[in-house]
Each structure stands twice: as structure tokens, then as C-alpha cells.
């Protein structure tokens, strides 16, 4: 009786399960119903997805404003030149494109294969195309998995059982540099780049392909197509120019790349260069702006990019008040709100205090020229009681070289030690006579031996009571024997002192054959601060200096 029991528990537990399954397998969509529900919600998932592409916002003023040809873009006319040289000939370059940031280094690299296309004897066709990716971005890895810049070999045990997966067959993935074969490979930020991704690519420069590895591969694989195998054994095509843009500086760059490239310099854009972005984009918004506010705007822009952004706001708040025009008071009420600085250009007075000169220097970051303002005061006190101060300047630099790191005497602090050297030695006046004290206005670190002309200028000027004649600005080296060396960057100097009205830019004399604007103001060569002294003091270099007591400063005599 028991095992009777038990036995129809058995059955009716099975006919319980059979019932059960048959109920599922009723109810469960047969093969054709899935096919069928999947396409369904694919159909859905596409509708959604063309439904949001057919929406969209306006259309922002920064790419309106955006130059559509290299004609477009405002200050670069030089730079724009040298571009289409190295790029729209017969026979392209690869280009590095340094220049401080929103002047136009992107735009023209964008524009610049449409411009190279219209050369009939250029390498560049329709087919050509322009490929753009951040350096900042790029990510790799060891393994090879993932690399959008130089491709990748996708192997079975990473890409699991896909078409090749499942045959155990490495499946190698085109990168950027084989997209841009036979067009232009863009890299923005450059500098940036991870050394490791730096070699690689000078690698692909020289080669103009790139060769992938994989464990999984073996010539002798007959199910491998022939187009892997032809890629593993002869490389993938790369053979495309580099275009390059950077804000570092060019000694931050690789040498192995730079040696490989065509450098081209963008400046920075000067306050009228700012006011036509402004007007263009004022243009392209379909409003209107006073010539004192569009002004204002340039002032307060330190590139194209804070003027567009600026008259965006300003634009936006004229429009919520009722109004088509925008005004002085939105563009400084778009500055107060978002903290922007104003730029002062500074111009030279018209006449200067007994020691104060004004030099000429290249700014950080390739932003141009500039005018720097150096003041001395000299007052007599028993001899050799004498002090030195100065101040606004970078005493000592710390230089990281690969094995160590040095720290020196600033070379503006040494060139000061030479003007005063060549001051005693030339004109028996000795530093220790006097308390000196150096100033350079305005907030902004500065470095280099291209003052000594300024400061030499400054302390005599101090030193003697006499004021600098006119509207003169100088650059040089000055060495302890009172000789002028050549500097670098004449040309950004000689701009900025006519932009800043000058009268006159005295230039050592190693710098005679250098190209200088057609603007540039007045130009003296000299070899010897004897020179300096006649130009700037008006002959007092000739004449023995009177020396008086008391102070010999910005305040007089």
C-alpha cells in the first residue's frame, strides 16, 4: 500500500509538470512573433530616434560667427598665407600651428583642404577627407584593445564570439590616422599628446602606414581572409599630412616632430582685429551695435571667443528688454556680471619723467608684442653705501631637464647686472653711489635680456635727471662692455610699439636684416649703448655726466 502511494504521487506530480510545460509553451510567442516583436520595437527605437533628429534648437552664435573660408578669419593674414603654402600645393607639408587660444588656428585647419582642393595639381581630391580628433581625448592602451588614433586588433578573447570571434581570427580596426589616408589628419592640442602616442605617430609619419601585432594571427591560418593578412604583413594605409594646433610653446613640443613639420605662428588679435569679430558676429545675430560699444566689447575680450560669447549675453539682454540694439551699458553689464577684465592699450605719453623708459617684449603664449614700462629712481648717498631693488620681475628660474633640476639667476636680473657693469665701466657712474631701485608697473612678471636697452636707458636717465626723448621704445642685450646683441621676436615688438604710438624703436644692430611690418614706426640700429645714450637722451652720451645730488627719479630732479 505504501509503494502504491507513493507511485501515484509520482504520476501526478508528472502530469502536474507536463501541464505545466505545455501551458508555457502555448502561450510563448513562436519564432515568427519574436521576429516580429523585435522588429516592432526596433521600428519603435528608429522612430524615436529620427523624431529627435528633426528637432533642434537655434543655432548658436559662436557657429554662426565661425569663419566659413580662410578669408574670413580676421588677424592671420600672414599666418593664413604661410598655411596655404605649406598645405595647397603640389607637394603638402605636415603643419604645426602655434598661436594663443580662439585666434582662428581651428578653423583655419578645417578650411584649409577645401582651399587646397581648388589647386588642380594638388594631391587633395573629393575623396580626400578632413579628420579631426582632440588630443586631449585620445585613449589607448597597451594591449592594443582600444585606440581611436592608431587603430586596434580586436582578438577573439576580447571580442568574444563574433563573426571572426568565434573562428579565433584577430579582426585589426582602423584608426584616425587610417581614416585621414590621402586627406589631412587634424590633432587639436597637440601638445597635449601622451609621449607614448607621440612615438607611434611619428612612426606612422615615416612610414605613411601603420603594422598592427596580435598573438593570434599566424601567416599559416588558412581560414584568416586575405585582406587581414594583407593588413598584418604590409600595414594599413596612412599616408595622410598632419596638421597640428597648439597654445605651448614650441621648446614644449617634441623636436622629433617639430623637425618633421612646417611651424607656423598665429598672433595674437589686437583690439581692432577683436572689433571686426564683433561687428561680423553683431552681422550674423541680426541686431544692432553702437561703434562705442562694439569698442567696449573688443576691451574686454581676450580673444574671438570671449567677443562672441560677451555680445551673446549683451544681445540676449538687450532682446528681453524690448530692444533690437545693444548698448555700451549691456556689453559692461555683461562684464560686471562675468567677472571680465578690461584691456587697457597702453599708449606712450607724450612726454616722460626723468627715469622711465619703455621696452619691448614678446608675451607668454604667443599672444604678440607688447610695451613694457620700466621705471628707476636714483638717489645719492655716501659712496659705496649704495642699494639695489627691483621689483615686477623674476628673479630665479627653476629649469626641469630630464635628470635634474637647476635653479639660476633669472637672465633679467643678470642683464640688469650687466647695464650696471657696462654703466661703471663706460661712464664711471657706480651703482653704489646711488639707491636704485628698479620698477616695472603693472602686475606682469617679466623675464629675458632683451630689456637691458630699456633699463640702461632708465638708470641714465634717472641717474642724470634727464628725460627719455620723445616717443622711443627699445629692445637689445645689453653685455658687460656696454655692446647691443640681437634679440628674438623684433617683428611682434615693432608692431606692438606702433600700436602703441611710437615715434621711434631703437634695435640692436645684429637685427638689420630682419623683416619688420610695414607700420613699424621709425627704426635706429645701434651696436653700442653709447648709441642708446645719444637717441634716447639726446646726445648725453657724448657729453660727461653731471652728477647731482638728491634724487634723480620719476619725480624730477
Known amino acids: 500500500m505504501k509503494y502504491f502511494i507513493l507511485a501515484a504521487a509520482q504520476a501526478a506530480l508528472t502530469v502536474l509538470i507536463i501541464l505545466v510545460i505545455s501551458r508555457r509553451r502555448h502561450n510563448a510567442p513562436s519564432t515568427k512573433q519574436r521576429i516580429l516583436a523585435k522588429k516592432e520595437d526596433n521600428g519603435k527605437e528608429l522612430s524615436e530616434l529620427r523624431t529627435a533628429r528633426a528637432r533642434s534648437l537655434s543655432v548658436p552664435l559662436c557657429e554662426l560667427s565661425r569663419p566659413s573660408s580662410l578669408c574670413d578669419i580676421v588677424g592671420q593674414d600672414e599666418g593664413i598665407r604661410a598655411l596655404k603654402a605649406a598645405l595647397c600645393g603640389k607637394n603638402p607639408q605636415h603643419v604645426l600651428i602655434y598661436g594663443p587660444p580662439g585666434v582662428g588656428k581651428t578653423c583655419a585647419a578645417r578650411l584649409v583642404l577645401e582651399e587646397a582642393r581648388k589647386n588642380p595639381e594638388s594631391p587633395f581630391d573629393e575623396k580626400s577627407k578632413f579628420i579631426e580628433v582632440d588630443a586631449t581625448c585620445t585613449r589607448f592602451d597597451e594591449r592594443s584593445i582600444a585606440d581611436p588614433l592608431m587603430g586596434s586588433v580586436h582578438d577573439p578573447i576580447y571580442q568574444g564570439a563574433g563573426a571572426y570571434g568565434a573562428q579565433g581570427i584577430p579582426q585589426p580596426k582602423p584608426g584616425a590616422v587610417s581614416r585621414a589616408h590621402c586627406g589631412i589628419l587634424f590633432l587639436d592640442e597637440i601638445g597635449e599628446l601622451h609621449p607614448t602616442q607621440m612615438n607611434k605617430l611619428l612612426k606612422v609619419l615615416e612610414d605613411r602606414k601603420v603594422f598592427f601585432e596580435s598573438a593570434y594571427y599566424s601567416r599559416d591560418n588558412q581560414s584568416i581572409p586575405a585582406y587581414i593578412h594583407d593588413i598584418f604583413q604590409n600595414g594599413m594605409p596612412a599616408d595622410f599630412r598632419l596638421v597640428g594646433a597648439t597654445t605651448r610653446l614650441p621648446e614644449e613640443i617634441s623636436s622629433a616632430l617639430r623637425s618633421r613639420c612646417v611651424e607656423i605662428f598665429f598672433n595674437g588679435l589686437s583690439p581692432n582685429d577683436l572689433k571686426k569679430i564683433v561687428c561680423g558676429a553683431v552681422e550674423r545675430l541680426g541686431c544692432v551695435i553702437t561703434d562705442e560699444a562694439a569698442s567696449c566689447c573688443a576691451s574686454y575680450s581676450g580673444s574671438g571667443r570671449d567677443a562672441v560669447n560677451i555680445l551673446q549675453l549683451a544681445g540676449g539682454a538687450a532682446h528681453m528688454d524690448g530692444r533690437a540694439g545693444i548698448r555700451k551699458s549691456d556689453i559692461e553689464w555683461v562684464a560686471k556680471t562675468c567677472r571680465y577684465q578690461r584691456r587697457f592699450a597702453g599708449c606712450l605719453p607724450d612726454s616722460s619723467k626723468p627715469g622711465t623708459s619703455f621696452g619691448l617684449g614678446v608675451s607668454s603664449g604667443m599672444a604678440g608684442g607688447t610695451v613694457i614700462e620700466i621705471e628707476c629712481s636714483a638717489t645719492s648717498v655716501p659712496s659705496g653705501t649704495g642699494r639695489l631693488d627691483i621689483t615686477g620681475v623674476i628673479e630665479e628660474e627653476e629649469i626641469d631637464m630630464r635628470s635634474r ?123 653700442d649703448i653709447g648709441e642708446i645714450v645719444d637717441l634716447a637722451l639726446g646726445g648725453a652720451g657724448t657729453e660727461p655726466f653731471a652728477h647731482k645730488s638728491g634724487v634723480h627719479a620719476l619725480g624730477g630732479i
Open 405 to 527: 633640476r637647476i635653479r639660476r639667476k633669472s637672465s633679467i636680473v643678470s642683464s640688469l647686472d650687466n647695464v650696471l657693469t657696462a654703466a661703471k665701466r663706460r661712464f664711471g657712474i657706480d651703482f653704489k653711489d646711488y639707491d636704485i631701485r628698479f620698477n616695472i608697473p603693472g602686475g606682469t612678471l617679466v623675464d629675458g635680456p632683451s630689456a637691458g636697452a630699456a633699463f640702461i636707458a632708465a638708470y641714465l636717465s634717472a641717474v642724470t635727471g634727464r628725460s627719455i626723448c620723445g616717443k622711443i621704445c627699445l629692445t637689445g642685450e645689453i653685455t658687460m662692455h656696454g655692446d647691443v646683441r640681437g634679440v628674438g621676436g623684433v617683428r611682434e615688438k615693432a608692431e606692438a610699439a606702433a600700436a602703441a604710438g611710437a615715434h621711434m624703436i631703437i634695435i640692436p644692430y645684429e637685427n638689420k636684416d630682419e623683416p619688420l611690418p610695414d607700420a613699424a614706426p621709425l627704426v635706429r640700429y645701434v651696436q
